[in-house]
């Protein structure tokens, strides 16, 4: 398929909202040979190594290092594996390889903060501390090993501070076998994700499993792609209801993939789009530059925002309804909307009062107002100057929906009466239903809706 409207403004309102987590593979990884050719990285490592070797291998039909490793061990014998490693790591060091234009375009889009990476180099955090760091190496680099050594696992089980993180899902280049360099090296790699023994640490399997997913130029095989796939979710693949965009010209090469996820995944969930990768992450960074009409030249020449602004859907609730108000926040998130989930609010403050109210006044395009019998045991607090103001607001703006109330009562029958507290004009519309903080089906389509509708700068 070709991506239309629909696809990104899906894509980019997940960015927005702080929930896509990109997966970069090799496609991305692109390197020039010092001949005029511009390729990827594994693919200029395997045509190295079997130079070395003088391996025969028919580069017409084989991508990438997995047919030289093979041709390597078909040659040699496989008790000559260990010592791949080493020369794999010192073919990589000697490319002397910097980031394409590709990775820091990925790179300047400031919300995406967690990286998932399908190779063992660092190109995509050296594009990163290039574009967001002066080229300082702020950006963490953590990997995944079948047998990783203790400090490297309790280093990967302590969540990062703010900065960018990439993430090795299948290991880093070193002198020794930590990382994959073949199928056989994949296929224990994912027995280990399953395993008790070396499971992610509960930071990354999280994101992976709750957020959308954008994979980029991974060049899956079929049995890989269906595994790290249905990984990637809580539920089977036929009832998940999570967004994945997967990108690449790998793609073809593996019909029955793209026929698995057609038969199984509903076409607005799993989205797949054939087209060089790098390619498709310019036309990205295009349309987010155009989002951002505030953004600024950092360096490379590649525009930098800043991601702790405000969103433009706010979530109104109480001390003891937080919990539920970020269940709220990560559902708007997922189906692409920009969230301001303010958790200030917890803690006493006059300035960020009234930056709040200010916001509620003049900023916002969405306010949703949590009621439940919290709110309704209460005689006064700062929620309710929120209320007033949006109901102030409501009044100026009548050609369009501003006010989205929603019940998060477990016990919610239908009946809005049974909440006095709220303003009289948040009765007159539809109270949406989020039992506990989960959003119906019948709420997320109304909440769709109304961010497309932002996005167009249209009313739905």
């Known amino acids: 398929m070709q991506p239309d409207e629909d696809f990104w403004d899906d894509l980019i309102g997940h960015i927005l909202g702080g929930q896509l987590v990109p997966i ?3 496609e991305l990884v692109l390197v020039d040979d010092g001949a005029g050719r511009r390729l990827p990285l594994e693919r200029l490592i395997g045509e190295r190594l079997a130079a070395r070797y ?15 490793v093979r041709a390597f061990l078909a040659l040699r014998g496989r008790d000559q594996q260990e010592r791949l490693y ?33 190779t063992f180099d660092g190109l995509l ?44 899902l299948f290991g880093e280049a070193s002198s020794v076998p930590q990382y994959a360099i073949h199928d056989e090296d994949t296929l224990e790699w994912l027995r280990a994700l399953l395993s008790e023994r070396a499971q992610l640490p509960e930071w990354i399997a999280g994101p992976l499993k709750e957020r959308p997913l954008l994979l980029l130029g991974c060049q899956l095989p079929d049995w890989i792609g269906r595994f790290l796939v249905r990984l990637a979710s809580r539920e089977r693949l036929s009832a998940s209801k999570k967004q994945i965009f997967i990108v690449g010209r790998g793609i073809a090469r593996h019909p029955e993939l793209a026929s698995f996820f057609t038969t199984w995944c509903s076409p607005t969930r799993v989205q797949i789009v054939e087209q060089d990768a790098a390619e498709f992450v310019a036309e990205l960074h295009r349309r987010w530059r155009l989002r951002q009409p505030a953004a600024t030249p950092a360096a490379g020449g590649v525009a930098a925002v800043d991601p702790r602004l405000p969103g433009s859907i706010f979530i109104s609730y109480v001390r003891e309804d937080a919990e539920a108000a970020r269940r709220v926040a990560d559902a708007i998130g997922a ?27 003049r900023g916002i395009r969405l306010f949703v107002p949590l009621i439940s019998k919290q709110t309704e045991s209460r005689d006064e607090g700062y929620v309710f100057k929120e209320w007033a103001e949006a109901a102030e607001r409501a009044r100026g703006i009548p050609g369009r929906r501003f006010i989205v109330p929603v019940v998060i009562d477990d016990d919610y029958d239908g009946n809005p009466a049974r909440y006095t507290k709220t303003p009289e004009s948040f009765r007159q519309f539809h109270f949406g239903v989020a039992r506990a903080g989960r959003p119906d ?17 249209a009313t739905p």
């Open 24 to 26: 970069v593979g090799p």
């Open 54 to 68: 003088k391996l025969e291998i028919d580069w017409e039909r084989s991508s990438g290092l997995d047919a030289a």
């Open 86 to 118: 080493r020369v794999i790591n010192d073919l990589l060091a000697e490319t002397g390889a910097q980031p394409a234009d590709a990775l820091l375009q990925i790179a300047a889009v400031t919300p995406l903060n967690l990286y998932i990476s399908t």
């Open 125 to 168: 955090a050296r594009a990163i501390d290039h574009v967001r760091h002066n080229g300082e190496p702020l950006t963490q680099q953590l990997a995944f090993a079948p047998n990783q050594a203790t400090d490297a696992q309790e280093r990967n089980a302590r969540r990062p501070g703010p900065e960018p993180v990439v993430f090795k």
């Open 335 to 361: 189906i692409g909307g920009d969230v301001w989930f303010d958790e200030r609010r917890l803690q006493p403050g006059d300035r960020w009062e009234a930056q709040i109210l200010g916001s509620i006044r």
């Open 441 to 457: 089906d019948e709420l997320l389509t109304a909440l769709k809706d109304e961010i497309r509708a932002m996005r167009r700068g």
